[in-house]
């Protein structure tokens, strides 16, 4: 008779390996699957549920698989459907779709219903909980941080009187949470609980309802995980509640990929596994399917730096695809241009992914691609950055410009000017009716110190001289000579902010401004890339190159990776770098990024960066410590665009290399954009109009390169 795996392979084409073949076979009892990248994860999963069916008889609904996200749970049934498609389904959901069918049924059975507090409502009670305590409105960043550090107590079962023990984002983070929990069940007739409330209370109801745990644990026969080292403690439990009738549970996880630690992920779980689950056989799913030879032996030796883990040996019998590049770049502009025009020669961007570890080095690519017509998705686009208050500050610097009689607007940004001025003192003059130069106006209203009335006159002398500056040139003058840097490294402190993360907005800003002429400009391209951004966020049609956080990634794959900013401070972090176990997920993450690589891998860091030198990230160095001693599977390369130009785009011998042949009104013919006609040549750029779209190049590549010919009508 033929068997499972035989008749698959005929049927499906799909031959596993025999850990992946132990794996299907191990149904009864606790198992830990240990899936390293690239491993086959997704196939052996589906067809250990494939197996129970066909050869168990297990009903389909008594198979519960629980997935980390709802994409997850929807690609997983679209696989199972895919390879068993006479098969009724298995039950595929997420632990939070878990818990409110839990939580529902618990809370009705006392007579209880509960409204789900989220979007917009729950942070409407955010903000009014940070009024009360604060007694001013928050921050998007407090906000934001707030509601994180809500979730990471609730997902560590943490009391709410002990959340003081932990480390407060915020000065009364604490304090603003508890009246946030407080405000949101005060009321009798209704409950309201956010999603983090519904884990806890289908935990709660598992553990202290005899009859309702009864109910569910005898609904399963089969309990699968997927993703579990991003599961949270109060996740777990009630997994284990879930299980404890039968213990027919299979947890796939890779606790070398345990990157959600500050929103609750407990890798230390799959550790102390079997304490929980004494007779739990291990499994190590060790053969990278994805990946070159040279890219998972470096990220195997790479990962094994960090102590908490499970001693895996990722392997591969794929063959070399090149070696890895360390790229060290002149500053960020260089490390833009050299990507940028690295993809103007890739012929498949959909295979391409630019990897950063936070969304505002996304910025500087997003308006580079957009300018330069290269199509661009965003798995996790964040349109934030355009409604940040540092970049709305910026705004109003510049509208105060054009009108010097706008006390509103003076009344926002004064504050940042390092003037040390009272709220209700701007409040008082906004509500004055004084009128006329606000500079003037109010030193009549206010008493000023003498430094005071000093800097007033300086900032007075600076916005004579913004009307005939370009855009650029007036950010500088507002993070410098208006004080404003100054004043964001100070609320830094104050608030427990990153000055560098700010000051990074302020980079991004300038970049997108130096492409401007008027002010009016400059807020128009924001505008249209705010749109951009938005519709990035849609699945691409055609090629277009992927741009995501090395959080997001995970479970992707892309033949050519280039991991961005690999700089001391970015990641690790100056945080991570304090704190063992921090820098232990921060290495996890670096992790993540490598294995994403199938075929060609670039790490990427610059020198300097607004004049001051960047040292590589530490984990830049232990990638080359790696890889120098054997002299194999590594490209260093130390690289200004203006001195060299990205090897993969070839010298054409036929194109122009001499400035003089280039001039407005000449025809030329790019090799992927076609004929044009040149409209301007500059000292650093020259702008052409196509047949179909007008494009600003980079004057240096485009010589050395000779990328444009002489073209005739």
Same mark, same amino acid.
């Given at each position: ?37 690239? !491993? ?73 219903? #509960? ?29 934001? !941080? ?48 956010? #999603? ?19 109910? #569910? ?202 003037? =040390? ?268 109009? =196509? ?23």
């Amino acid at each position: 008779m033929e068997d499972f795996f035989e008749r698959k392979k005929r049927q499906l084409n799909i031959q596993l390996n025999d850990v992946q073949k132990q794996a299907v076979l191990t149904t009864e009892g606790p198992l830990l699957l240990l899936a390293c990248p690239g !491993s086959g994860k997704t196939t052996t999963i589906i067809m250990r549920i494939g197996y129970l069916i066909e050869e168990h008889g297990v009903q389909p609904r008594r198979i519960k698989a629980i997935t980390f996200s709802k994409a997850s749970a929807k690609d997983m049934k679209k696989r199972f459907s895919m390879l068993f498609p006479d098969l009724p389904s298995a039950d595929f959901s997420t632990i939070h779709s878990l818990a409110f069918t839990i939580s529902r049924k618990w809370l009705a059975s006392q007579g209880r219903q #509960f409204t789900l507090l989220e979007g917009f409502q729950k942070q409407n009670a955010l903000k009014a909980a940070c009024r009360h305590v604060l007694k001013e409105n928050a921050t998007e960043d407090q906000l934001n !941080s707030l509601s994180t550090y809500i979730s990471l107590m609730k997902n560590q079962i943490i009391a709410s009187e002990k959340w003081t023990d932990k480390d407060e984002p915020f000065e009364h983070a604490a304090k603003i949470a508890r009246h946030y929990e407080a405000t949101k069940n005060a009321s009798i007739e209704e409950t309201f609980l956010d #999603f983090d409330d519904l884990l806890l209370a289908a935990e709660q109801a598992m553990r202290t309802d005899d009859h309702l745990a009864s109910e #569910f644990q005898s609904k399963f026969d089969y309990i699968l995980t997927d993703e579990s080292q991003d599961t949270s403690l109060v996740q777990h439990k009630i997994v284990e509640h879930l299980t404890a009738m039968h213990g027919n549970l299979c947890v796939v996880a890779d606790d070398d990929q345990s990157i959600y630690a500050w929103r609750g992920a407990d890798p230390d779980y799959l550790m102390d596994f079997k304490l929980v689950y004494p007779e739990a056989k291990l499994l190590y799913m060790e053969q990278n399917y994805r990946s070159s030879s040279e890219i998972v032996t470096t990220s195997a030796t790479f990962i094994k730096r960090n102590k908490k883990r499970w001693d895996k040996k990722m392997h591969t019998e794929n063959g070399s695809r090149g070696a890895i590049v360390l790229r060290r770049l002149t500053n960020p502009k260089h490390q833009l241009e050299y990507v940028t025009y690295e993809l103007l020669a890739e012929e498949e961007l959909s295979e391409v992914a630019i990897l950063f570890r936070n969304n505002a080095s996304s910025t500087a690519f997003v308006n580079e691609l957009h300018r330069r017509g290269i199509p661009f998705y965003m798995k996790d686009a964040d349109d934030k950055f355009f409604s940040h208050w540092v970049v709305q500050d910026v705004l109003n610097f510049m509208r105060l410009s054009f009108n010097l009689e706008r006390k509103d607007i003076f009344a926002k940004v004064a504050g940042k000017m390092q003037l =040390f001025l009272s709220k209700s003192t701007l409040q008082q003059f906004e509500r004055s009716t004084l009128d006329g130069n606000v500079f003037d106006a109010f030193q009549q209203m206010a008493v000023l110190k003498d430094s005071q009335v000093r800097k007033l006159d300086a900032y007075q002398a600076v916005y004579k001289k913004m009307s005939d500056r370009r855009p650029a040139q007036i950010i500088r003058m507002i993070r410098y000579e208006l004080g404003y840097e100054e004043s964001l490294v100070s609320m830094s402190t104050k608030f427990g902010y990153r000055a560098d993360s700010l000051k990074g907005i302020l980079d991004t800003l300038e970049g997108i401004a130096e492409q401007t002429r008027t002010m009016i400009e400059f807020a128009e391209q924001l505008k249209t890339l705010e749109e951009a951004v938005q519709q990035a966020k849609q699945e691409p049609v055609g090629q277009a190159v992927t741009l995501s956080t090395f959080h997001s990634a995970k479970g992707l794959e892309f033949k050519r990776v280039f991991m961005i900013d690999l700089v001391k401070g970015t990641i690790p972090s100056e945080e991570d770098l304090l704190d063992p176990q921090l820098l232990e997920e921060a290495r996890r993450l670096f992790y993540v990024g490598m294995t994403r690589a199938k075929n060609r891998l670039e790490l990427l860091s610059y020198a300097s960066e607004d004049g001051k030198s960047k040292e590589d990230s530490k984990f830049v160095d232990e990638v080359r410590g790696i890889l120098l001693p054997k002299n194999t599977g590594v490209a260093k390369q130390t690289s200004s665009l203006a001195k060299q130009a990205p090897k993969s785009i070839p010298v054409n011998p036929n194109g122009i290399g001499d400035l003089k042949l280039l001039a407005a009104g000449s025809l030329v013919k790019h090799r992927v954009f076609g004929k044009g006609e040149i409209l301007e040549v500059n000292s650093e750029s020259i702008e052409i109009r =196509f047949a179909t779209v007008t494009k600003r190049l980079a004057l240096q590549p485009v010589l050395e390169k000779r990328m444009l010919e002489g073209a005739e009508l």
